[in-house]
Structures are given as C-alpha cells and as structure tokens.
C-alpha cells in the first residue's frame, strides 16, 4: 500500500522557485499565488508571511497531489491527497500526517475508515476488503490490529481480542443460523522453515480450541466457557 507522506516529494531544494501572486509589505509571499518549486512542483493557493497557509492545491512532479489545508508549509487540517499508485486518504491532517479521522482507499479498492496517528493506522477503525466484503471493526495500534475487535464475514463473524494482527485468547464464532461457538485462540510452536544462509523463516501457526455451542448471546468476557464442540469455519486476518 501507499502508506507513504509527501514528505518524500516535498522538497524545495533550497530556493523558492518562480512565484505569481499577492506579497505583504515586507515583500514575503501573502494571500493568494502560485508557485513552481525548483523540483517541478507546483502549488496553488493562500500563503501567510511566505509560508503556504490556508486552502491550496499542490501537485509532485512524480504524480502525487494534495488538496486541502496548510499550515506553515505543512498539510494541517482537511485534505485529500492522491498517491502515484492509484490510492489516496481523505482526512485529517496534523503536521504533515495522517492523523485523526480519515478514509485510505487502497490500490485494490479495500478501505480503512478510522482513527490515525502519525500516518499509520491507530485507535478505531474499519477494514474493508473489496474483492470478499469482510471487514475488520475495532482497535487498532501503530498499523495492527490490536485488542477487541470484531471480524465479520458473509455468513458469521468473529469476536475476541487481537495480537499482531491475529485473534488471540478467548473468543467466539457467531453465525446467522442463530448460534455461537465460544472458544480460544492460541499460538503452536513457531515452525521453522528453511531459508538462505544463515536466516530462518518463522511461521505462526493458529489453533482454534472450541469449548461450547450456545444460542445468540451479548459479547462477554469467554474465560468461563466450558463443554465441546467443533469449529464450524475460520476467518481471514491478514490485512494489506
């Protein structure tokens, strides 16, 4: 994914490039102007005392583009930025980053609408997959899936905590037939796979242990679940 901020095409090399627009007193770029950085870039828009502040529009050479607000340079506020790989995140901006309530559409058309923090995925937040509909909705940390959350899937969901991504701990499988399969999730001795030279490819393996069948109930702590039964499906974890 194009997890990436412009920060990596947002370089004026040092000069302030050519300018057309409104200048204050002291000469400075102020009110509204365009502006062709010496990197090929362009911007469109207000600037304060030199600085780009307020409503603008700035487009990378290498094909990004940002729309929305700045603040001292820097995108600050609503905007929507366009990434070369067809991707692009609507949202809120604080210093150059992601950051509060956005929506990312990725290359492949699956979604995250949530909460972020220094341009990763954090707090709380939705998945969408596009080709399968399945959804990731709960809490997220640094870019993972983190704590309670909730897998649902076309005919059942998944409830329970998460660690690195994957279920962990107690949980349960609800299904639209009317029932629920409480259980756990817990993690096999990491097989070990060959690999060049001196590495070693580590794979973690999830075992779902189900402990009892009942009609549909609140979503509560399944530490006290007992009895049998047998997993009816699984689902996806991986996110992009």
């Given amino acids: 994914m194009s997890d990436v901020g ?13 300018y057309e627009g409104d200048r204050n007193e002291a000469g ?7 502006a062709v950085l010496p990197s090929g870039d362009t911007y469109q828009g207000a600037y304060e005392n030199g600085k780009r502040s307020g409503q ?20 600050h506020g609503q905007g929507l930025f366009y990434y070369p790989d067809g ?26 609408d949530g909460e972020w923090l220094h341009h990763q995925r954090h707090g709380q937040g939705t998945y969408t997959h596009h080709e399968t509909g399945s959804q990731y909705m709960g809490t997220w940390v640094m870019g993972k899936m ?3 959350g909730e897998l649902i899937h076309l005919n059942h969901r998944y409830q329970g905590n998460f660690v690195n991504n994957n279920p962990s701990g107690p949980g349960k499988y609800v299904f639209d037939i009317g029932c629920e399969q409480h259980g756990e ?16 490819v580590v794979t973690t393996t999830l075992k779902w242990k189900p402990k009892a069948v009942t009609g549909l109930s609140v979503w509560t702590d399944e530490k006290d679940s007992a009895s049998s039964g047998a997993p009816l499906s699984s689902p996806e974890y991986q996110t992009h």
């Fill in 6 to 18: 412009s920060e990596e095409f947002d370089e004026e090399q040092g000069s302030l490039g050519e």
């Fill in 56 to 75: 603008g529009t700035y487009k990378f050479k290498k094909g990004a583009r940002y729309i929305g607000e700045w603040y001292m340079n820097l995108k």
């Fill in 146 to 148: 983190e704590s309670a």
């Fill in 87 to 112: 991707s692009k995140y609507e949202g809120s901006w604080v210093d150059d980053q992601r950051q509060g309530h956005g929506v990312y559409t990725y290359p492949n058309g699956d979604t995250y």
């Fill in 185 to 200: 999730y817990f993690q096999l001795e990491p097989d070990k796979g060959e690999a060049e030279e001196d590495e070693t």
């Fill in 28 to 34: 400075e770029r102020h009110g509204h102007g365009k």
